[in-house]
């Protein structure tokens, strides 16, 4: 029987999205401008985010993914077959925005969040964690909890 991986809602991949890992990408000069950016703040991390998915900047997106995210990635990767790379840029050919509004950023110690304009003109909100000095996309902890209730189920 294969395994079951739940799937979190992550705000910036559809639930059906493939995905898989390739931790080792060469620096570049976006990717770098992307970490810059995430070390200021939560909206400046997504607006780096938004920056390198529109330019399918795999490298820059990767950078602003949290641990937590890139072991999600890890695990549907294998079901599926592909690289962290090949699932980002996935991701990178999704619609997005128009632009990279956000709004009503809240920082509460290592966790954060913002809300953003999605492809369809609603208000979402997308959570972010303080991990190696900078702001990086994390699950939602709602769906945190979530996970760590079914793996205790098991």
């Known amino acids: 029987m294969p395994r079951r991986i739940h799937r979190p809602t992550l705000p910036f991949v559809s639930a059906n999205t493939p995905a898989a890992v ?3 990408a060469p620096a ?3 990717t770098t401008a992307a ?3 995430a070390a200021g703040s939560p ?3 997504y607006e780096a ?10 490298a820059g997106l990767k950078s602003l993914l949290s641990q937590d995210i890139i072991e999600f990635f890890t695990a549907v990767a294998q079901d599926e077959k592909k690289t962290l790379d090949q699932v980002i840029k ?3 050919d999704k619609p997005q925005a128009a632009t990279a509004q956000v709004r009503n950023e ?4 290592e966790h954060a969040t913002v809300e953003y304009l999605d492809e369809n003109g609603k208000w979402k909100t997308m959570d972010f964690i303080k991990e190696g000095g900078g702001w ?4 939602p902890r709602f769906d945190k909890d979530q996970l760590e209730v079914e793996t205790k189920k098991k």
């Open 22 to 24: 390739n931790a080792a």
């Open 28 to 30: 570049t000069p976006a």
């Open 35 to 37: 970490t810059t950016a």
């Open 43 to 45: 909206t400046a991390a």
């Open 49 to 58: 985010a938004y920056a390198a998915r529109k330019n399918k900047d795999v």
């Open 90 to 92: 996935d991701l990178c």
């Open 106 to 109: 809240k920082i509460d110690g």
């Open 136 to 139: 990086k996309l994390t699950v």
